[in-house]
């Protein structure tokens, strides 16, 4: 198959979710997918997992995307486990295209679910240190951090808390950006607000989305209201008529006792 759609997509909001399990974070990508497409999960042909952290801070090694999946409806397809650092998920999404290319399925779902907000913050970060080569730990920070110079970071820029030296890599390589392509703060500043007031916006888009959600179930309970005021009322209509016919029937009787005696 050469023709190959992006059908549907969804996503939650971004942020810190302690009450939320990662399946419910996940069933909610999912129904959200689902209806943006109009497609069911009876559709749905071969699924990919995405996620590097389910084993190290929940626990759940060897077959997290079926567990998640089977908590969320997907079952008794074909599931596949992708893990691949921070291109987790968008190898996931080249897979399930390459599944749907190849004539396996005609419906694919790519879906990534993580939840790293855990009170052990130090043991969260560590799992940073896993995503490039452990026997050369020391030489890669030296490398890496390497980039940066030239560009003095603000005082009072770096953290006090624990945090992963991917962060600090990280602020490395847009130094490096910086002193390479003239990029500024303001700049750098822009991208963060844009994308804080987009995270804004699809919050409030779910939460109309989840009003209207229940004004529908309560329209819907209304309409059950309604129908069963309807239902009693009809019930005492019978029950009148009957009156009513019981009565004529009483009023016949009478009528013909009077005749026979006349």
């Not at 013909?256 to 006349?262: D, E, M, Q, R, Y």
């Given at each position: ?45 071969t ?7 389910n ?35 968008s ?18 779902l ?21 995503g ?57 500043a ?29 329209s ?5 209201a309604?129908?069963r ?19 004529a ?6 009528v ?7």
């Open positions: 198959m050469s023709n190959i759609y992006v059908a549907g997509v969804a996503m939650t909001v971004f942020g810190r979710h302690p009450e939320r399990s990662l399946e419910d974070l996940a069933r909610e990508a999912l129904q959200w997918a689902l209806k943006d497409v109009g497609c069911a999960v009876s559709d749905l042909g699924a990919f997992y995405s996620g590097m952290t084993g190290m801070l929940q626990g759940q090694f060897a077959i997290p995307g079926q567990v998640v999946f089977s908590k969320i409806g997907i079952e008794g397809i074909p599931v596949f486990n992708v893990e691949n650092a921070c291109a987790s998920g190898s996931a999404f080249h897979l399930a295209c390459q599944s749907v290319r190849a004539g396996s399925c005609d419906v694919a790519a879906l990534g679910a993580e939840k790293m907000n855990i009170p052990d913050k130090a043991r969260a970060m560590a799992i940073f240190e896993a490039w080569d452990v026997s050369r730990v020391e030489e890669n920070f030296r490398i890496l951090s390497r980039l940066g110079e030239g560009v003095e970071p603000p005082p009072g820029s770096e953290s006090d808390r624990p945090y992963s030296r991917f962060m600090a890599i990280y602020a490395a390589l847009c130094r490096y950006h910086m002193k390479t392509w003239g990029t500024t703060q303001r700049q750098i822009a991208v963060s607000a844009e994308i804080s007031a987009s995270a804004i916006k699809m919050q409030e888009h779910i939460g109309e989305a989840a009003a209207v959600a229940e004004q529908s179930s309560a819907t309970e209304e309409v059950s309604s129908t005021e309807t239902s009693a009322s009809t019930e005492q209509i019978a029950a009148s008529a009957q009156t009513l016919s019981s009565n029937e009483t009023l016949n009787a009478l013909a006792s009077f005749t026979l005696k006349s």
